[in-house]
């Protein structure tokens, strides 16, 4: 058996192959050896360049956001890898899911904003590449120009983040107003070169949900009362619901 055993760099449409040729060799008498020279094996063939596309091992804890303030807020981690051949991403197209208001509760310039992660597995603005902004829709087509490189045989990490303004959760008072992206399908994933195979790993790219809420208390009944058997309290207000 002759067994080869790859380092991770071969690229695809390459091949491997191996031809006996000679031999030395000890036999009975009068013997001879017979197909020496041999046949080209064919048996090693890389494959087209494969990207593979899923969450990220680390993802955000969830959270809740009160209506009143402008806060931004990591929403998911996505994980790209690349075998057989570098892949150049130019476009990825993300799907909204969720009850929130995406026009009137994200920010304008960038409430929709995909980061690349410097290698560190830690989002920092300051070191950290903003690949893609935009206001918010329940679609996001975000082109990257220029294209995203992931070299062959390794990974990149992107950060999908939302800027929410100080609208966001308007009228959520008594259940939770959501949002969540996630990547629908391979066919939203736009690769180079044109045979490049893009698959979904485990977990599929989708980002948690972000819950929003519009949470404030217009009054509390009775302000005092007896110590010994007191009054019920009566709260009102917006938002009041289980966590």
Known sequence: FLVGIFSGA???GETFNAQLIDADYVGPTGGMAVGVPGA???????????LTIRNSGTQPNAVTHFKGTAETYMLGRFTIDAVNASVDISQIVLTG????????WLDAADGVQIW???GDGVFDAATDTLLYSS?????ITAAFAPALHVANATSVELFIRLHLNDQAGDGAATAPATFQYSIASVGDVTATPAAAQVTFGTPAPETR????????VTSVTPLRDNVDGGA???VIGSGFMTP
């Open 116 to 118: 690349l992660d410097n």
């Open 97 to 104: 899911d969720g009850n929130g208001d995406w026009a009137a």
């Open 232 to 234: 019920d309290i009566t």
């Open 209 to 216: 949900t972000l819950s929003m809420i519009d949470f404030f």
């Open 10 to 12: 071969a690229i695809g």
């Open 135 to 139: 206001g918010g829709s329940d679609v």
């Open 40 to 50: 080209t094996s064919s048996a090693l063939v890389i494959n087209d360049a494969l």
